[in-house]
């Protein structure tokens, strides 16, 4: 199952007025599950590079089923693997704030990335549009393996 044009409308939407309350010149994203954009926005105000970051967090999300900062300390533990992880996919997998796997019924249908606010609003306003959506924020942060991470991304490319 995947995530539909309409709901990422939804979502994006939902992001944009978020984003206007905040006052912040930002870029978000909606992805399918397998990662391939299906809705941005990029706020006129906004720095050129905004819209990719808010891209390869939504992407990450979704491909690698838990929310951005949940990579972290994966990130900081396995530098290498991490760089090699981001060699695999269309975007590279980014370990910040602001990039939240779309869950509903248990499973992953998309992913929302968020991008040009402090890390922390970028996550916070994630959380809060896909919960105010009704959509699950339960996750569990995947283990480092470099087979588990390449099994995911083949199983979405």
């Known amino acids: 199952m995947s995530l539909t044009t309409e709901a990422a409308d939804e979502i994006l939407a939902a992001c944009a007025a978020r984003a206007r309350a905040v006052d912040k010149a930002t870029g978000i994203a909606v992805v399918d599950v397998n990662g391939f954009v299906l809705c941005a926005r990029r706020s006129?105000?906004?720095?050129?590079?905004?819209?990719?970051?808010?891209s390869a967090k939504a992407y990450t999300a979704?491909?690698?089923g838990c929310p951005t900062q949940l990579l972290e300390s994966w990130a900081d533990?396995?530098?290498v693997l991490f760089m090699q992880l981001s060699q695999l996919g269309k975007y590279p997998i980014m370990a910040t704030d602001g990039g939240v796997p779309v869950k509903r019924d248990g499973e992953v249908v998309?992913?929302?990335?968020?991008s040009g606010a402090t890390g922390a609003e970028d996550q916070r306003?994630?959380?809060?549009?896909?919960?105010?959506?009704?959509?699950?924020?339960?996750?569990?942060?995947?283990?480092?393996?470099?087979?588990?991470?390449?099994?995911?991304?083949?199983?979405h490319a």
């Open 110 to 114: 998309g992913g929302l990335g968020f």
């Open 62 to 64: 979704a491909v690698m």
């Open 44 to 54: 006129a105000n906004t720095r050129p590079n905004t819209l990719e970051p808010a």
């Open 77 to 79: 533990s396995k530098p």
């Open 125 to 155: 306003i994630c959380e809060e549009v896909l919960a105010a959506l009704g959509y699950e924020l339960d996750f569990v942060p995947p283990k480092p393996s470099l087979d588990a991470a390449r099994a995911k991304f083949e199983q």
